[in-house]
Structure formats: structure tokens, C-alpha cells
């Protein structure tokens, strides 16, 4: 691995359902973080000055011979992205994720399949997804979060790693096991280490585990104030998932 390089990885996340295990891969051309070798040397990715971001907004496939990799579009419905769209003068399409995969357990994919019908039969003018209705993407789908940084702060004990977007943080706890009774949430209970790699494991959604990548950039910039809720309202009738919101004051 070289200094341009550096991975933090959970090696169990008790999820809101099922069990995850979860990477951070900070990549850049230009870096500062640590070189991580076996020796167990930390990487410093936490800084007040600076943050980790990726453009891109999918998963990476795993290198040739690392299992099953990210759940693709169905075949009979390609995507093609705003940004590709602009790239090669086409329209972008809707996100139609494959419930055919023999990855997915029976209940899995009967709700991915609930979702495309809804979408394909225009119920919604366009799918949910969370963060796109500022829900916390949960895990591992806050790592796709592309556009705004991600900061840490890295301690002996702990991890925290905190959204710029919605200040939303996740404590990644540096032990071996969970507490006793873990209170459902979004982002769960964390347990975590250094090492390299990304595997996403929850045997209740899946038959097998899935190895996923993503890549970060550094970006020279300290953490702004920036708030997703604020008048995110369905102004065009495009029949979109509601943003979450309180019935009542929690104080």
C-alpha cells in the first residue's frame, strides 16, 4: 500500500436489519495519510483542514477472484447517469437494480422487485433513494454519499466519521465485540479495525458476501455548515418519497 492509499474497516456493523461489515478507502493522488503497512501503522485520515470526497456515486467492482461484487442494474433496464447523460448527449434513465440476482435472499429481492415495479409503472417519478429524500444512508450506503467531504476524527478507542452534508456521524468502536443489547439505528453499533479491503457481509439479505471498492480524494478544505431538509418539498408533483419529519418536538 502506498501513502496514497489507506483503509478503515468495520469488521462487524449490527445494522438497523442484519449484520454488515463495512470500508473506508481513502485514495489520492496527493496525500498525507500514513503509509499503513503490516506493522499496523495507523493512516491519518483526520484533520480540521481537510476532507475525503468521491465524485462517484456507485460501488467499484473488486479486483478478478474477490467473490460476488455490487448488486448491477437489471439487464432489461441499463442506467445511464445525469452525468453521463450530459457526456454523451443521451437521457439519463431510472435506477432499476437487478432482483434477479441469485445473491439475494427471497425477501430481499421481492422488495428490490416492489421498488422497480413502483418505479416502472411511474408511481414515483423517480425511486427512492435515502439520502436523494435526506435520509442518513445507513450502512454501508452513507460511504456513497459522492458530492460533499466526509472528515474524521481518529482515537485510540474510537473513529468517528462525520458527513459534511447533514453533519451526520458514525462512531466506529476499535474493540472486538458488540454490546449485549444493541438498540436498532441507523448507522447500528460499529466494531472496527485497519486493513485493507471492503467486504459488506449480512447473511440475512445475502447468500453469499459481497466485495466491494470506492475511492476518496483528499480535498484541502475545512467542513462547511450544509443542510439537506430545508423546503425539500415535492414542488414538481414528481410523486417523491417524504422527507422525514418529527409528529411532534423531541424537547
Given amino acids: 500500500m502506498t ?6 474497516s468495520a469488521s462487524r456493523l449490527s445494522a438497523v436489519v442484519g449484520h454488515v461489515i463495512a470500508g473506508f478507502v481513502a ?18 485520515f483526520a484533520s480540521p ?16 477472484g474477490h467473490g460476488h461484487g455490487p448488486i448491477k442494474p437489471d439487464p432489461a433496464h441499463p442506467f445511464t447517469s445525469n452525468a453521463e447523460a450530459a457526456r454523451t448527449g443521451t437521457q439519463p434513465t431510472k435506477r432499476i437494480g437487478n432482483a434477479k440476482d441469485p445473491v439475494l435472499k427471497p425477501w430481499a429481492a421481492a422488495l428490490m422487485q416492489a421498488s422497480n415495479d413502483a418505479a416502472l409503472q411511474s408511481e ?16 454501508p450506503g452513507q460511504l456513497l454519499y459522492p ?21 451526520m456521524v458514525r462512531r466506529v468502536f476499535l474493540t472486538d465485540h458488540h454490546s ?14 485497519y486493513e485493507n479491503g471492503t467486504l459488506v457481509e449480512d447473511p440475512d439479505t445475502f447468500n453469499e458476501p459481497l466485495t466491494m471498492q470506492q475511492r476518496w480524494f483528499k480535498v484541502d478544505a475545512p467542513m462547511r455548515e ?10 414538481f408533483n414528481q410523486g417523491l418519497f417524504p422527507v422525514p419529519e418529527a409528529d411532534k418536538p423531541d424537547f
Fill in 180 to 193: 449485549e443489547h444493541v438498540t436498532p439505528s441507523w448507522f447500528g453499533e460499529s466494531i472496527g479495525h
Fill in 49 to 64: 483542514e481537510f476532507g475525503w470526497q468521491t465524485n462517484v456515486a456507485d460501488w467499484r467492482d473488486p479486483p478478478p
Fill in 226 to 235: 450544509t443542510v439537506c431538509a430545508e423546503n425539500n418539498l415535492d414542488y
Fill in 147 to 167: 458530492f460533499e467531504p466526509v472528515y474524521f476524527i481518529q482515537t485510540a478507542k474510537e473513529v468517528w466519521m462525520m458527513w459534511q452534508r447533514d453533519h
Fill in 27 to 44: 485514495a489520492s493522488a496527493v496525500s498525507s495519510a500514513a503509509v499503513a503497512e503490516r506493522d499496523n501503522t495507523v493512516p491519518q
Fill in 124 to 139: 414515483m417519478a423517480i425511486p427512492f433513494a435515502a439520502q436523494a429524500r435526506c435520509y442518513p444512508g445507513s450502512v
Fill in 3 to 8: 501513502n496514497a492509499n489507506g483503509i478503515l
